[in-house]
């Protein structure tokens, strides 16, 4: 397949060459019955070497889409006329991985970043599942439906990669140190307050009780 490639490549640049060559003794405007036979093989194989690089140019973009590579905007201007259903498709994609990097971006604990992630990673399962499962939708879909979310799963993926290198991850606590750390910040207002409330209890009873001396007091006169 390599070995195919490289001489693909030389091909198209042998062609190329031979139309750098002569391109100037050819007038782009000149009629194809005016041509010499080697203008008209030479146009001819002009017009092969841009239909082959043309072609090779759409399938790096496609290849793109299905590993979750990042377009060009020549490319996405190339699917907004040529293949919109593909950019939809792109677009949702780049929308759902973002959404999951400011997920993460929420997070407080490096447990907290791994459960995003197995709870993500099982929506993918589950989703998985009922492609696989389903009578009702034939084989081609299947693959085309399985395809789709193995990007979506490559895009998320990235997003994790690039995530737990940040500087964010990184001073991130585990539950337990954040759970120790929260154990040793007890405020220090906290006994004051109960007895405040103590108090407040205190002088509730000591009205009731002059209230209650007071009506016996009032019944006697």
Same mark, same amino acid.
């Given at each position: 397949?390599?070995?195919?490639?490289?001489?693909?490549?030389?091909? @198209?640049?042998?062609?190329?060459?031979?139309?750098?060559?002569?391109? %100037? $003794?050819? %007038?782009?405007?000149?009629?194809?019955? +005016?041509?010499?036979?080697?203008?008209?093989? @030479? $146009?001819?194989?002009?017009?092969?070497?841009?239909?082959?690089?043309?072609?090779?140019?759409?399938?790096?973009?496609?290849?793109? !889409?299905?590993?979750?590579? #990042?377009?060009?905007?020549?490319?996405?201007?190339?699917?907004? +006329?040529?293949?919109?259903?593909? !950019?939809?498709?792109? =677009?949702?994609?780049?929308?759902?991985?973002?959404?999951?990097? =400011?997920? @993460?971006?929420?997070?407080?604990? #490096?447990?907290?970043?791994?459960?995003?992630?197995?709870?993500? /990673?099982? %929506? *993918? $399962?589950?989703?998985?599942?009922?492609?696989?499962?389903?009578?009702?939708?034939? @084989? &081609?879909?299947?693959?085309? /439906?399985? %395809?789709?979310?193995?990007?979506?799963?490559?895009?998320?993926?990235?997003?994790?990669?690039? *995530?737990?290198?940040?500087?964010?991850?990184? &001073?991130?606590?585990?539950?337990?140190?954040?759970?120790?750390?929260?154990?040793?910040?007890?405020? +220090?207002?906290?006994?004051?307050?109960?007895?405040?409330?103590?108090?407040?209890?205190?002088?509730?009873? &000591?009205?009731?009780?002059?209230?209650?001396?007071? =009506?016996?007091?009032?019944?006697?006169?």
């Amino acid at each position: 397949m390599v070995t195919g490639t490289i001489r693909s490549a030389v091909h @198209l640049q042998v062609l190329e060459n031979k139309w750098q060559q002569k391109k %100037n $003794s050819i %007038n782009e405007k000149k009629p194809l019955s +005016e041509m010499t036979q080697e203008e008209r093989m @030479l $146009s001819h194989f002009q017009e092969m070497a841009e239909k082959e690089r043309e072609s090779n140019k759409h399938a790096d973009t496609y290849n793109k !889409l299905k590993s979750g590579g #990042k377009l060009t905007s020549e490319e996405i201007a190339y699917l907004e +006329e040529h293949d919109p259903e593909a !950019l939809r498709k792109y =677009r949702e994609d780049q929308a759902e991985k973002a959404a999951y990097e =400011r997920e @993460l971006k929420k997070c407080r604990t #490096k447990d907290e970043v791994e459960r995003v992630k197995m709870n993500k /990673l099982g %929506n *993918f $399962s589950a989703k998985a599942k009922q492609i696989t499962n389903n009578p009702y939708i034939p @084989l &081609d879909k299947k693959v085309e /439906l399985m %395809n789709q979310l193995n990007n979506k799963l490559c895009l998320i993926d990235e997003a994790h990669q690039k *995530f737990v290198k940040s500087r964010q991850y990184q &001073d991130m606590p585990t539950d337990v140190e954040l759970q120790e750390k929260s154990a040793e910040e007890v405020p +220090e207002n906290q006994e004051p307050v109960k007895e405040s409330i103590a108090t407040d209890t205190d002088e509730t009873e &000591d009205g009731m009780r002059n209230a209650v001396a007071e =009506r016996e007091e009032n019944d006697r006169t």
